[in-house]
């Protein structure tokens, strides 16, 4: 097929008060092409789509599209006249309305509409596409991943040339994430130009054609797959030539005090009431372990037992060897324990306070709110953190909703880190955030593991969690099933673990 191109932009700017967010970027999409748009939070991406679907207006340089020269774009409604169509992360479809009423919302005649040929159209497009789904069952019933194929029909039936895909994937599970590149492999037959949005590199290199990469709002550069090995679009999204990221583990001593063998926390047949099976679990001073298993296992449910945000319903807890009682969070905040939960946008963030408000909230629940802290010790607790843990703001007032998901993800590891807590739960805290800030915070968890602090850590990804765990708990079906350590860390055991009997 004919390379064409079907979206050039040049020169792009947009500043906000105080930030260039995009300074003279050039971008270029083919016809029948997935381009992926890669960069560290806060490189600019969010910006230059936002500027291509007319949610911001830029300051200077042009946008052309096929056929038609030099195109202005002034609001959303302007995007999707001219084909441009985007899918975000977060599905905006309506969950009570059927398949077809979402596909073609506001397109219908109200009650004029001809139902019987919306759904057979609706019917149509799903089976082009191969989606599986039934026009007419409502679109709750189906999964995320189908819901989120529902948003593409619905772009691609508007008679779509550009189609944005921002973090389709990240609630998606592998058979999931397969569904949709067959859906968007699909599209590229039909020369559909898909620009796709990612942190999952693995997935960049199963289904792009090339990768644009942005820095600190400039353009890197525009590259072939083909001609860009992992590791140095690793280095070009950084900034710095990294070799390797599995060599962080040998930049810090493990812990060796006299108390390196002591269990600061130990729990015997722990069960809450979100269904998993009773478990047994301890942790050493300075260690870092970690529960590994598929998606749903109930790895995450298995820490909230621990941290008492699920109802307890049997079993036994001692911290230092001494039995305690933990029925909710601030029982475990009293015991030392910190707790940064899954999704930071649920349960971790509270958007419209201050980036201070937001670090210094744990400390201040631990000491009363009758016992509020002056503002000059709360902004030295905030700039104490910004400054330790780098984290990207405009200054200690800005409302943590203005951040990138990075930030704001070290912004609550700052709050629990605030309470100087003996052990340290983190759950996924790497999700949806750039390889740099993963590699900082990876870091931060075998420096902290080193001066002593006892650290559980989950992620989705297996290689994160041998970069930073000596022993993993394995779960599978919401049962503990085997734990590793020493020479047995490895993907296949892990793999085979979690395949494998009991």
Not at 262 to 287: C, H, M, N, R
Request: negative net charge; proline residues 3%.
């Amino acid at each position: 097929m004919e390379e064409k191109q079907v979206l050039t932009m040049r020169g792009i700017n947009k500043s906000f008060p105080g930030v260039k967010a995009l300074q003279n970027v050039d971008f270029s999409l083919n016809k029948g092409e997935i381009h992926a748009l890669m960069g560290e939070n806060g490189a600019g991406k969010s910006t230059l789509i936002k500027v291509l679907t007319g949610v911001y207006v830029k300051d200077s340089g042009t946008i052309c599209l096929d056929g038609r020269g030099e195109v202005q774009i002034h609001s959303p409604q302007d995007a999707q006249k001219l084909g441009i169509s985007t899918v975000y992360q977060e599905i905006t479809l309506c969950p009570n309305l059927t398949v077809a009423e979402n596909m073609f919302i506001g397109r219908g005649k109200g009650l004029l509409t001809d139902w019987k040929s919306m759904n057979a159209d609706a019917e149509k497009l799903l089976q082009k596409l191969d989606i599986p789904a039934k026009a007419t069952q409502q679109l709750a019933n189906c999964s995320i991943a189908v819901q989120q194929m529902v948003a593409i029909a619905r772009a691609v039936d508007m008679d779509c040339k550009v189609l944005i895909l921002d973090e389709p994937t990240s609630s998606l599970d592998e058979q999931e994430v397969s569904k949709l590149f067959g859906l968007m492999r699909d599209l590229k037959k039909m020369g559909v130009g898909i620009i796709f949005v990612t942190h999952f590199l693995d997935q960049v290199y199963e289904v792009c054609d090339r990768i644009t990469v942005l820095r600190d709002g400039q353009l890197v550069g525009e590259y072939e797959i083909k001609d860009l090995p992992r590791v140095q679009l690793v280095a070009k999204m950084l900034g710095k030539e990294m070799d390797d990221l599995s060599d962080i583990k040998g930049e810090n001593e493990e812990y060796s005090g006299k108390d390196a063998d002591e269990k600061v926390f130990e729990a015997s047949k722990l069960q809450s009431d979100a269904g998993i099976a009773p478990f047994d679990f301890y942790i050493k001073k300075g260690e870092v372990n970690g529960f590994t298993g598929l998606l749903g296992s109930g790895r995450s449910e298995c820490v909230r037992a621990i941290f008492g945000a699920d109802r307890v319903i049997g079993g036994h807890v001692k911290v230092h060897g001494k039995e305690v009682k933990i029925n909710n969070p601030l029982d475990a905040m009293k015991n030392g324990i910190a707790y940064l939960p899954e999704d930071r946008k649920v349960d971790g963030i509270i958007g419209d306070l201050s980036v201070r408000d937001n670090i210094i909230l744990a400390l201040q629940v631990l000491t009363g709110f009758f016992k509020p802290f002056s503002k000059a010790k709360a902004n030295a607790f905030a700039d104490e953190y910004i400054k330790k843990l780098n984290i990207k703001t405009a200054s200690a007032d800005t409302p943590i909703k203005s951040l990138s998901g990075g930030n704001q993800q070290k912004v609550i590891l700052a709050r629990w880190l605030l309470m100087h807590p003996e052990y340290l739960i983190l759950d996924e805290p790497t999700r949806g955030i750039d390889v740099g800030t993963k590699v900082d915070i990876q870091k931060l968890v075998l420096e902290l593991a080193s001066e002593g602090m006892s650290v559980t850590f989950i992620s989705s990804e297996t290689d994160e969690m041998l970069r930073t765990c000596s022993r993993l708990i394995v779960m599978r079906d919401r049962k503990v099933v085997g734990e590793l350590s020493g020479e047995e860390l490895t993907q296949n055991k892990i793999m085979s673990t979690i395949a494998g009997g009991e």
